[in-house]
């Protein structure tokens, strides 16, 4: 069904760094014995974080519940028509499992969810949708009229848009292709150790798909996984050109730029940078640096659109950034979450992190000033993905708007606008004071950059994302 904005609490605006103090810092034991929490018992602070194997991973996540018939359409109630500059614009709800996965492209929102369907949405509606019999849908990504889906089980389903009916999608291909399993299954050298007395394919992920990035430039996919691995697949004949040993734990996101960089952020606390190189039909990737190495996971990336900055969310709750100009080089710690970051996007001065706290903080930038804007709550459950794009309406007004969708553990997505410009004067003047009484209560030093200094260290025990 369709929720009005009216029926969910509206976002608050505050000029501010740290996260709301009226957030609880700790969650109820329903949501703890729902989304498998716990306490870390390395944290200096004690604060609840995820448990070390991933909540989808868990007996009660990954039990058949919650199967409805895919394709019975939503009922819809209107869409309220004098919404205010910022706000809540509505929810998308489907009580048929957790949102994973969403991307939006044009007048197009799909979402994944473990409930096997992928879903079409079109103007806040329900256009279509496709079952791919695979469950766990973890990453969304579309290049052209082909979607790439990666899973739990490890593979990439290829799926197409029928060229007579833009709403039926069919199957198209799974990654690698079963062409490709047979000729490499041959060749003994083609088998790669992934644990202990355990081979598979070098071409096959081993774990599952946890992030997909797309090179369109190049005509490059690539597919991180909990295999420890990365690989880069060439869209316009499926064949898989290298398979990259990146970490020592699970691979939670892999981002490819423009200028044959490519980033990726694992369970091990690392951030890593790699060089692409063209070497023939095939690509060849070298490490230029180790952006950082920390006790807690790396859980979400997000490069912003000129490779200028980038971003990488933690388990710890914090946002650090790293600022390219020649180099890359330390930038400073965003901290506005009391759990753990679970997906990050940049949309022109703007930065969204989403969380396990249930909220969605927005960043702006300003030069390597980041302020918080705003905190977006309404989720009942962990913030696990979120996609932008352009208000084609306000740009027309010359307005810089964005439509922020953000998926949830609480099997909704909702649907926000988001200006680069508005701001709640009197939620600000509001949430200031609040900020003042926090900054005082937690004596944390302000960096004149804009961010914070790292105090809040202490391990979590949340890895793979």
Not at 95 to 101: A, D, F, L, N, T
Not at 294 to 304: M, P
Not at 332 to 355: D, P, Q, R, T, Y
Not at 390 to 409: C, F, M, N, Q, T
Request: net charge positive; aromatic share 8%.
């Amino acid at each position: 069904m369709f929720t009005e904005a009216d029926s969910i609490p509206r976002v608050k605006y505050a000029n501010m760094m740290h996260s709301d103090p009226n957030l609880s810092s700790t969650m109820t034991q329903q949501t703890e014995e729902e989304y498998g929490i716990r306490n870390s018992s390395a944290s200096a602070v004690g604060t609840g974080m995820y448990d070390r194997m991933s909540c989808e991973g868990s007996p009660m996540m990954m039990s058949p519940w919650n199967q409805a018939t895919p394709f019975t359409q939503t009922q819809w109630s209107t869409v309220e028509e004098n919404l205010p500059q910022n706000g809540l614009i509505g929810s998308l709800v489907r009580e048929e499992g957790h949102i994973y996965s969403l991307a939006a492209t044009k007048d197009l929102l799909y979402t994944g969810s473990d409930s096997k369907n992928i879903r079409v949405w079109k103007n806040l509606k329900e256009f279509s949708a496709f079952k791919c019999n695979s469950g766990l849908v973890k990453a969304i990504v579309i290049s052209g009229e082909k979607i790439f889906t990666g899973h739990q089980d490890g593979k990439i389903r290829v799926w197409k848009v029928s060229p007579k009916n833009q709403s039926l999608h069919k199957r198209s291909g799974t990654l690698p292709t079963l062409k490709d399993i047979f000729k490499a299954s041959l060749k003994p050298r083609n088998y790669v150790e992934v644990k202990k007395h355990r081979t598979a394919l070098w071409i096959k992920h081993a774990d599952a798909v946890s992030c997909l990035s797309l090179n369109d430039e190049q005509g490059l996919l690539y597919s991180a996984s909990w295999d420890r691995t990365i690989k880069v697949w060439r869209i316009a004949d499926s064949k898989c050109l290298e398979s990259i040993p990146a970490h020592d734990d699970a691979v939670n996101s892999v981002v490819s730029t423009t200028e044959a960089i490519v980033f990726s952020g694992s369970a091990d606390g690392t951030v890593k940078a790699w060089k692409r190189d063209q070497q023939g039909k095939y690509t060849k990737h070298t490490l230029m640096q180790t952006l950082t190495k920390q006790e807690s996971a790396v859980t979400a990336l997000a490069v912003s659109k000129n490779g200028a900055a980038v971003y990488f969310g933690s388990s710890d709750g914090l946002v650090n950034f790293w600022e390219r100009e020649k180099q890359l080089n330390y930038g400073g710690i965003l901290k506005g979450h009391k759990l753990a970051v679970l997906c990050l996007e940049v949309a022109g001065s703007l930065v969204f992190s989403g969380s396990a706290d249930k909220t969605i903080c927005v960043w702006k930038r300003d030069g390597n000033i980041h302020t918080c804007l705003s905190v977006l709550t309404g989720h009942t459950g962990p913030v696990k993905c979120l996609a932008v794009e352009a208000d084609r309406e306000a740009s027309e007004r010359r307005d810089k708007k964005w439509i922020v969708y953000s998926g949830s553990l609480d099997k909704s997505v909702k649907v926000w606008g988001v200006s680069e410009s508005f701001i709640d004067m009197n939620q600000m003047s509001m949430m200031q004071q609040q900020q003042q009484q926090h900054v005082i209560s937690h004596s944390e030093p302000f960096m004149s950059d804009g961010s914070f200094s790292s105090s809040a260290g202490g391990a979590s025990s949340h890895r793979r994302h």
